[in-house]
């Protein structure tokens, strides 16, 4: 009884991989035809109408007076050196009668941020005692820096 389904299986196996003339297609696919050649485009042709674009050109990044960074390496941000130049902020603001409010952007799991101050509306000798009260105030803490005419960073 094996014998005949061995015989069966081999037979079939090796069948050449032609469908039946049941599944033939009815008709052969018609041979491809060259294609004409696409005339040269006149030089008087109209120009493609221009798409608009689908992104903004890149703008210049808006660039901050003093960009105060706060790092930290594993041991958080220096806390102490952030409330004093927040007073430099807020003494400056007294004298001047101008808000002195930084644009913060927060970027790290322990504090990190970056302070951007926009220092436009104080005249250049105000601009500058902030700044030298700034730096002051953040002493020699090597997880401050500052950058001055810089945009935000993160």
């Given at each position: 009884?094996?014998?005949?389904?061995?015989?069966?299986?081999?037979?079939?196996?090796?069948?050449?991989?032609?469908?039946?003339?049941?599944?033939?297609?009815?008709?052969?696919?018609?041979?491809?035809?060259?294609?004409?050649?696409?005339p040269?485009?006149?030089?008087?042709?109209?120009?493609?109408?221009?798409?608009?674009?689908?992104?903004?050109?890149?703008?210049?990044?808006?660039?901050?007076?003093?960009?105060?960074?706060?790092s930290?390496?594993?041991t958080?941000?220096?806390?102490?050196?952030?409330?004093?130049?927040?007073?430099?902020?807020?003494?400056?603001?007294?004298?001047?009668?101008?808000a002195?409010?930084?644009?913060?952007?927060?970027?790290?799991?322990?504090?990190?941020?970056d302070?951007?101050?926009?220092?436009?509306?104080?005249?250049?000798?105000?601009?500058?005692?902030?700044?030298?009260e700034?730096?002051?105030?953040?002493?020699?803490?090597?997880?401050?820096?500052?950058?001055r005419?810089?945009?935000?960073?993160?």
């Open positions: 009884m094996r014998r005949p389904s061995l015989l069966v299986f081999m037979m079939t196996a090796c069948a050449p991989a032609t469908p039946p003339a049941s599944q033939a297609p009815s008709a052969a696919p018609a041979p491809l035809a060259s294609a004409p050649a696409s040269e485009p006149s030089v008087s042709a109209a120009p493609p109408a221009e798409l608009p674009p689908s992104e903004p050109p890149p703008s210049e990044p808006v660039k901050f007076d003093l960009v105060v960074v706060f930290s390496f594993g958080g941000t220096d806390h102490e050196a952030g409330m004093r130049i927040r007073a430099v902020a807020e003494r400056t603001s007294k004298r001047t009668g101008l002195i409010e930084p644009k913060v952007e927060s970027w790290g799991r322990e504090g990190e941020r302070d951007c101050y926009d220092l436009g509306k104080l005249s250049e000798a105000d601009k500058e005692r902030f700044i030298r700034v730096i002051q105030a953040a002493g020699d803490s090597e997880r401050v820096t500052m950058f005419d810089e945009p935000c960073r993160r």
